[in-house]
């Protein structure tokens, strides 16, 4: 019986047998885009779409809808925009909600600032390594100016941290189409959003935005406080220190606490199933981007630094690519056959319509009546 079982799972490894059924997860891929740029194009800008200030019929939506709106497209656009890491990671990580009396010189007066707390507060292994992770907005970081400041996520508590120790992740601001940029959702997530205009609970800003300093409007949403996080801590820095104050980056909005792996991860089944009628989850984007490695021929360089990226070997890489279904990995070929064996003759570059190029002579013969194709073949062959 223990052979039969062996001989089994050893089937089951050289064919990439799982239990669950990956094409009921995998993307229907949209034609000339792979799994990646599919779940990005039907469900991260759909939800980007959501995070508006108005309804339908223009009235205002509520600021804890603007707010979980914003947190549901946020906690995709994580591991979409950035090589996945797992998701424990996103889950647990953790904001500032305090700084420091002094503000660094390269803090501009009106930007947001959301610093590292200092590592005499932070969680560490039993070595005194970091055993947290941060999310964090800079203007200068190991000898490099950021004017405008720079999102990062610094990843300290992570199973393979042992080998690959701490890694700062910087997120880019990807600008959008109608003027608004990703930094602008982050921060009006972690911030609030303000809006000028004669509300009725209008009031004039006072903040720390000068663009905005003597507007009349209100806050349109609190953001994260909207969800009245009851995970926040306050940590003293030293005997008689200053306190520090931090939370955890996506609370459940409906009791503010962290959420598990099943809560995290099934508001990403949800969501995928209903916008696109698959179960997608953190885990498998991380295969998306496997797939989308090998399918757009990143080089062995590349291939290198998206799997130091995403926190694991190239081996790993290359068996987490393994894991997509078959019709997807046989795509590449179909679409190679396409191009270079059944292409229109129109489509052939100009020196290919004259001479002995293959490609001309499998052209011609197709125009031919089954009859006179033959005729042909057979002269070919007497030849």
Not at 27 to 52: C, I, M, N, S, Y
Not at 115 to 131: E, F, S
């Given at each position: 019986?223990?052979?039969?079982?062996?001989?089994?799972?050893?089937?089951?490894?050289?064919?990439?047998?799982?239990?669950?059924d990956i094409t009921r997860k995998w993307p229907d891929v949209?034609?000339?885009?792979?799994?990646?740029?599919?779940?990005?194009?039907?469900?991260?800008?759909?939800?980007?779409?959501?995070?508006?200030?108005?309804?339908?019929?223009?009235?205002?939506?509520?600021?804890?809808?603007?707010?979980?709106?914003?947190?549901?497209?946020?906690?995709?656009?994580?591991?979409?925009?950035?090589?996945?890491?797992?998701?424990?990671?996103?889950?647990?990580?953790?904001?500032?909600?305090?700084?420091?009396?002094?503000?660094?010189?390269?803090?501009?007066?009106?930007?947001?600032?959301?610093?590292?707390?200092?590592?005499?507060?932070?969680?560490?292994?039993?070595?005194?390594?970091?055993?947290?992770?941060?999310?964090?907005?800079?203007?200068?970081?190991?000898?490099?100016?950021?004017?405008?400041?720079?999102?990062?996520?610094?990843?300290?508590?992570?199973?393979?941290?042992?080998?690959?120790?701490?890694?700062?992740?910087?997120?880019?601001?990807?600008?959008?189409?109608?003027?608004?940029?990703?930094?602008?959702?982050?921060?009006?997530?972690?911030?609030?959003?303000?809006?000028?205009?004669?509300?009725?609970?209008?009031?004039?800003?006072?903040?720390?935005?000068?663009?905005?300093?003597?507007?009349?409007?209100?806050?349109?949403?609190?953001?994260?406080?909207?969800?009245?996080?009851?995970?926040?801590?306050?940590?003293?820095?030293?005997?008689?220190?200053?306190?520090?104050?931090?939370?955890?980056?996506?609370?459940?909005?409906?009791?503010?606490?962290?959420?598990?792996?099943?809560?995290?991860?099934?508001?990403?089944?949800?969501?995928?199933?209903?916008?696109?009628?698959?179960?997608?989850?953190?885990?498998?984007?991380?295969?998306?981007?496997?797939?989308?490695?090998f399918q757009v021929k990143l080089t062995e360089a590349e291939?290198?630094?998206?799997?130091?990226?995403?926190?694991?070997?190239?081996?790993?890489?290359?068996?987490?690519?393994?894991?997509?279904t078959a019709q997807e990995k046989a795509r590449p070929i179909?679409?190679?056959?396409?191009?270079?064996?059944?292409?229109?003759?129109?489509?052939?570059?100009?020196?290919?319509?004259?001479?002995?190029?293959?490609?001309?002579?499998?052209?011609?013969?197709?125009?031919?009546?089954?009859?006179?194709?033959?005729?042909?073949?057979?002269?070919?062959?007497?030849?």
């Amino acid at each position: 019986m223990a052979s039969v079982v062996t001989q089994e799972v050893q089937k089951w490894q050289r064919t990439k047998t799982t239990v669950a059924d990956i094409t009921r997860k995998w993307p229907d891929v949209v034609e000339g885009e792979t799994a990646l740029t599919t779940v990005r194009q039907l469900v991260v800008e759909p939800l980007r779409q959501l995070t508006r200030l108005r309804r339908k019929n223009a009235a205002y939506r509520k600021g804890d809808v603007i707010a979980k709106s914003h947190q549901h497209y946020l906690k995709w656009v994580l591991p979409t925009d950035l090589p996945t890491r797992r998701q424990v990671i996103y889950r647990t990580t953790k904001i500032a909600l305090s700084c420091p009396v002094h503000r660094p010189e390269s803090v501009p007066v009106d930007g947001y600032y959301f610093p590292l707390p200092p590592n005499g507060i932070r969680d560490k292994n039993d070595d005194g390594t970091l055993a947290d992770n941060y999310l964090c907005k800079v203007y200068a970081y190991k000898d490099k100016v950021y004017p405008e400041g720079v999102w990062m996520l610094q990843i300290c508590a992570d199973k393979i941290d042992d080998v690959y120790g701490v890694y700062m992740m910087e997120i880019p601001n990807r600008f959008f189409n109608d003027e608004t940029c990703l930094y602008d959702y982050l921060e009006h997530y972690l911030c609030g959003w303000w809006v000028p205009g004669k509300f009725s609970n209008r009031q004039p800003y006072g903040w720390w935005d000068s663009t905005l300093q003597g507007q009349v409007g209100h806050w349109a949403t609190k953001g994260w406080t909207e969800f009245e996080p009851s995970e926040t801590y306050e940590v003293e820095e030293r005997s008689q220190g200053p306190l520090w104050r931090w939370g955890y980056l996506f609370p459940l909005p409906e009791t503010g606490k962290i959420g598990d792996g099943t809560t995290f991860g099934g508001s990403f089944l949800r969501t995928s199933y209903q916008l696109i009628g698959k179960r997608v989850t953190p885990h498998l984007i991380r295969s998306f981007w496997a797939t989308w490695a090998f399918q757009v021929k990143l080089t062995e360089a590349e291939v290198a630094s998206l799997a130091f990226a995403m926190g694991h070997s190239v081996q790993t890489l290359k068996d987490i690519y393994e894991r997509c279904t078959a019709q997807e990995k046989a795509r590449p070929i179909y679409e190679a056959i396409d191009r270079h064996l059944f292409q229109r003759l129109e489509d052939a570059p100009e020196g290919a319509k004259t001479g002995m190029n293959p490609l001309w002579i499998v052209e011609e013969l197709r125009k031919l009546p089954p009859e006179e194709r033959q005729k042909v073949i057979r002269l070919a062959a007497a030849s």
